[in-house]
């Protein structure tokens, strides 16, 4: 095998390894939908929390737009509404079946985890919504 060739060889081989990650994976993580490589949040949820709204404006590593319209980003308020709502049945059912609590401990036993869980709702919510409407030309990734 010639050097080129070779060189070719691994070039697709690493291309391929940095596209590995799924579609489901890019949205948990959070993200690029073009290239699943780019963080769309400028900070780690973890390493600076109260910053974890802050978006890129595109892509680090491909430019893609994360702002494709303005406005965008209100649709997301309804996935954050079902990621909330399937928090607040769980927890609900779980202690109603488990615990029987009286209403104020059910109250707080719903409200403070829906409280805790706003950054990662805030950041799915708005994946989930540039994964599924973020209109991705033709030529793009699938």
Not at 18 to 47: H, V
Not at 62 to 89: D, K, L, Q, R, T
Not at 110 to 134: C, D, E, K, Q, Y
């Amino acid at each position: 095998m010639s050097e080129k060739k070779l060189q070719l060889y691994f070039m697709e081989y690493s291309a391929k390894q940095e596209k590995s990650i799924g579609k489901f994976g890019a949205i948990i993580t959070c993200k690029c939908p073009n290239c699943r490589q780019g963080d769309m949040f400028q900070y780690s949820l973890l390493g600076n929390l109260p910053k974890f709204n802050k978006l890129h404006d595109t892509c680090p590593k491909c430019s893609y737009s994360f702002h494709p319209e303005p406005g965008f980003y209100y649709g997301a308020m309804y996935f954050s509404y079902g990621f909330n709502v399937a928090i607040m049945v769980s927890i609900f059912i779980i202690a109603q079946i488990f615990f029987q609590p009286t209403l104020i401990q059910l109250l707080i036993a719903v409200i403070v985890p829906t409280i805790l869980f706003v950054p990662v709702n805030f950041r799915l919510s708005r994946a989930l919504m540039l994964h599924l409407f973020g209109n991705l030309d033709a030529t793009d990734r699938k």
